[in-house]
């Protein structure tokens, strides 16, 4: 089937489009070959091409998940630096094309264990992109749910990508596969440095074009992308839920209200589908809350080795039971202890995270804090043990009214009178000097080790911290 898509500027029409997250269900057979038409999956189905003077050419797939937010494989990225040239990506709809063109892509990397010169990079990218075609407002932005869940051994799954192949006169001729098999491993993870993220392995084939490409389980819901494959099978698919660690700038205007974008952020905002017990805390560490038969098969797969032992559900809740009052009274401690010694120009860099203008910043010339309220929501991050008798404790917690005394000068004070009485309260003058409070809510993270032998703690250290919006107040 041929189709013609004309590349234009942005198209900000792709806010309006209707979204839809409709599945369709494919026969649970063993084998690869073409998908029924060419449009049946929308536009989840995204061609990742690159053009050139002849036209173009399809180098992998990729999953739209959100309006203007699709995953892939990051080595189908990595070819286009190599031709100097960005990519193309294209979705079909019945006699008509839409084309997209990049804005942000991001993947997690770390440290090589081998090569203190190399990045590890995560097989799974996270873009976003422009419309920049025709919207064809009469079809809807059709958009692949996602399932955060880990495969079991056995169940079946199905891979939809495109072929590698050119692209002529800027008709798009191509070919969608679709291949289907069994799961035969997890590697929670991952495969060595060549596939560092959490991954596992089908009993299925599939052909070069297909990398990027959705990986879907019986109710038609994206739990992976293509990773890389064996001609003939197996094939390697990285889990779905790297992307959530990912944030890009967004590509409508719903999601440009911060500087960049999570998953879970569209997804709060109606703009993403997402099945799954997914829990964040401040500093965006992700918790998969999983069913037993998922938890086992992690176990299962994880090399003893590798495994950091740790405190199970009940015994992490035993723990808090006896021992969270005093892990709240020295976060308390720790805190206002550590704030308290702050040299003046990193206590403004704290304050300065509440929007505080900068004159009244530089003219704080002496500080105190205290905690007013104490602490809430205490969370433990990890509990892993270290030694027998040692757990080494990781935790979070708010302090739900942290008060700033700040002193300025009076000359100073009422030249930035204005700004000093919109952010701060309870302002005094006295000798030439103007005293003032600021309140803040904050969350703080915080490690230290427990010995069961002697039932004690060693002494707490505050790690991070996270500033929650400042709380409206009444001037005096």
Aim: charged letters at 20%.
């Amino acid at each position: 089937m041929s189709h013609t898509v004309l590349i234009t500027p942005d198209n900000p029409a792709l806010a309006d489009l209707k979204l839809s997250w409709a599945t369709v269900e494919y026969s649970a057979e063993d084998g690869i070959g073409p998908l029924r038409s060419l449009h049946e999956a929308g536009d989840a189905l995204v061609a990742v091409g690159i053009l050139d003077g002849d036209g173009a050419t399809i180098l992998g797939s990729g999953v739209m998940v959100g309006p203007g937010l699709l995953v892939t494989a990051t080595h189908v990225l990595d070819e286009f630096p190599r031709h100097g040239t960005p990519p193309v990506f294209m979705t079909f709809l019945p006699g008509a094309a839409r084309a997209w063109l990049p804005i942000d892509v991001i993947a997690l990397s770390k440290p090589s264990e081998f090569d203190d010169q190399r990045r590890v990079v995560s097989e799974l990218s996270l873009v976003s992109c422009a419309l920049n075609s025709e919207a064809h407002a009469n079809f809807p932005l059709m958009l692949a749910p996602i399932q955060i869940a880990l495969p079991l051994i056995g169940e079946r799954l199905w891979a939809i990508g495109f072929r590698h192949e050119a692209i002529e006169e800027r008709a798009a001729l191509v070919t969608p596969l679709i291949s289907s098999g069994l799961v035969t491993a997890a590697y929670p993870n991952g495969r060595g440095e060549r596939m560092a993220s959490p991954c596992f392995e089908v009993n299925m084939d599939t052909v070069g074009g297909m990398s990027g490409g959705a990986v879907v389980n019986a109710d038609g819901y994206l739990v992976g992308i293509l990773s890389s494959s064996f001609e003939g099978g197996p094939s390697y698919v990285t889990l779905i839920w790297e992307a959530l660690r990912l944030r890009v700038k967004g590509a409508v205007p719903k999601l440009q209200a911060q500087e960049t974008v999570s998953l879970l952020g569209a997804k709060t905002l109606g703009l993403v589908k997402l099945k799954g017990d997914v829990q964040r805390n401040p500093w965006g560490d992700l918790t998969l809350n999983l069913s037993d038969e998922e938890t086992r098969l992690i176990a299962d797969s994880v090399e003893v080795s590798a495994r950091n032992p740790g405190l199970n559900e009940d015994e992490r809740e035993h723990f808090l039971d006896a021992w969270g009052n005093e892990l709240e009274s020295m976060g308390s401690e720790a805190t206002i202890a550590a704030l308290g010694s702050l040299p003046l120009p990193r206590m403004r860099g704290f304050l300065r995270a509440a929007d505080i203008p900068e004159q009244c910043l530089t003219a704080i010339v002496s500080f105190s804090v205290e905690d007013f309220e104490g602490v809430e929501d205490l969370e433990l991050i990890s509990a892993e043990i270290i030694e027998p008798e040692q757990i080494r404790i990781e935790y979070f917690f708010l302090l739900q009214s942290l008060i700033w005394m700040v002193e300025v000068s009076g000359d100073d004070y009422h030249r930035h009178r204005h700004d000093f009485r919109e952010h701060f309260i309870n302002v005094s003058e006295e000798d030439g000097v103007a005293s003032m409070e600021l309140v803040q809510r904050c969350y703080f993270k915080a490690a230290t080790v427990f010995d069961r032998d002697r039932a004690a703690f060693s002494d707490v250290s505050i790690t991070s911290s996270a500033i929650r919006p400042r709380r409206s107040t009444k001037r005096s």
